[in-house]
């Protein structure tokens, strides 16, 4: 896998990603915008972005609609954690492109999974 792009502002997922990313060697960088991802995405091509769709100062669903729009990022695979009860957030999110969209509990669950296979 490349490196991975995370658009996260929660300081406990940052640091569990953080965390993860380190132990498996694995590169990590965070976007604090749409512009600021738009750009790192461009930079780096990353294997995987992850997004928090409850990140609303981060905009997701507008960087992931840009990301999609695209040509020469669409293909980057996305992936959105959650709250499980957010039914708007998700369905926004699926509207926007996301690839795969994750309840936060699995997300955490599943976090050395997603970041090995993107």
Not at 32 to 57: V, W, Y
Not at 91 to 97: C, D, N, P, Q, S
Request: charged share 20%; no cysteine; hydrophobic share 50%.
């Amino acid at each position: 896998m490349n490196s991975i792009l995370a658009a996260v502002d929660d300081l406990m997922f940052s640091s569990r990603i953080t965390t993860a990313a380190r132990q498996m060697g694995i590169e990590l960088s965070f976007a604090r915008s749409p512009e600021d991802l738009l750009g790192q995405a461009r930079a780096k091509n990353p294997g995987l972005i992850i997004f928090d769709l409850n990140a609303t100062r981060l905009h997701p669903m507008r960087a992931i609609a840009a990301l999609k729009a695209d040509d020469t990022l669409r293909s980057i695979t996305t992936l959105g954690f959650v709250s499980h009860v957010d039914s708007d957030i998700i369905a926004a999110a699926r509207a926007a492109g996301i690839d795969e969209v994750l309840a936060r509990s699995a997300f955490t669950e599943r976090l050395g999974e997603i970041l090995t296979t993107g």
